[in-house]
């Protein structure tokens, strides 16, 4: 018996449904792979906002007052002084990243938000001075902590008033201020996310030394 091949119309059949197959995983590759994109994205915002929120956290935890006066010395200022969208104080936790730096463990830190000019969004910014100067509130290099900040609040907790202040100025005209550290700040950051829709993260952090010591 003669074998029979395949007809014309069998082949285009055929490759019409190939043709069909191929372009349905074409495109369910496509969207696989932008959903693995977006995941990462999210994700890695995610990663970036809790580093953030976390250094910050830590920062503010080791803000401190000094009591101590040394006419011989170079003034060091200590200070605090917290407003609604920018913090700037002296704390502890300096690291020497040179080897024998003449550096010691206090300096100068500020957040707030400015426009970063690489991708000219509004972003939050970390300034950093080691050692300290008889201006805590000026000077350091400021390097962009976290980019695409919509907001930054700040709120300071009152222990003997029990409330949270706008405000905590320890150089200001309120001698209660003057003399201690607010117990515990709030933080409150809007980042925009990997969908480019705004997201609020909210958080607290205890400062440890909120009494003046003597150095």
């Not at 006419?71 to 605090?80: L, P, Q, Y």
């Not at 938000?113 to 509130?137: C, H």
């Amino acid at each position: 018996m003669k074998a029979r091949g395949f007809s014309l119309l069998e082949l285009l059949v055929a490759a019409s449904l190939l043709a069909i197959i191929g372009g349905m995983l074409v495109q369910s590759l496509s969207t696989s792979i932008d959903t693995k994109e977006a995941v990462e994205g999210t994700s890695n915002r995610f990663h970036l906002v809790r580093s953030a929120m976390s250094r910050m956290v830590d920062e503010i935890s080791q803000a401190y007052l000094s009591t101590h006066v040394a006419s011989m010395e170079a003034r060091s200022e200590t200070g605090f002084l917290g407003e609604r969208a920018q913090l700037t104080f002296t704390a502890f936790g300096y690291v020497p990243r040179v080897a024998d730096e003449k550096k010691g463990d206090a300096r100068q830190l500020a957040y707030y938000l400015d426009t970063d000019p690489k991708t000219q969004t509004q972003s939050l910014f970390r300034r950093e001075q080691a050692n300290l100067d008889d201006n805590f509130d000026e000077g350091g290099r400021p390097l962009v902590l976290l980019s695409d900040v919509r907001e930054l609040t700040f709120e300071y907790w009152d222990a003997s008033k029990e409330d949270w202040l706008e405000k905590w100025d320890t150089k200001g005209s309120d001698p209660a201020q003057a003399s201690k550290l607010p117990v515990r700040v709030r933080i409150k950051l809007v980042a925009v996310m990997a969908d480019d829709e705004p997201m609020t993260f909210m958080t607290q952090t205890k400062i440890w030394l909120p009494t003046p010591i003597k150095l």
